[in-house]
């Protein structure tokens, strides 16, 4: 929904359809930027490539809303900058989505 939002803001794109002729492009990866699908795929493989290296951290939207901070626990660590608890609060704070708004 949000590709949907975004392209309807950006003029020179002038997409005038409805959400469900969106869902029908995206789904079919008939969309600016192609394939939504295969660019994920294409990722995640290239990033099982780079775990190996430990040179890829891969996040996803929904843990940071649902578990900020094990996100950033986990993200301090593969940093190797761990974080304690308190510290790992204020980070909480400062990078909450309002914050950025």
């Known amino acids: 929904m949000s590709f949907y939002h975004h392209e309807m803001l950006w003029p020179v794109l002038d997409f005038r359809g409805s959400l469900d002729d969106y869902s029908r492009l995206f789904r079919s990866g008939s969309v600016l930027y192609g394939c939504y699908w295969r660019h994920l ?44 608890r308190e510290e790992c609060l204020r980070l909480v704070e400062r990078v909450k989505f309002d914050n950025f708004r």
């Open 41 to 84: 795929r294409d990722c995640l493989r290239a990033g099982r490539r780079a775990l190996l290296k430990d040179k890829f951290v891969h996040l996803w939207y929904e843990d940071l809303v649902s578990d900020l901070p094990g996100v950033i626990t986990r993200l301090a660590r593969d940093l190797d900058r761990p974080v304690d």
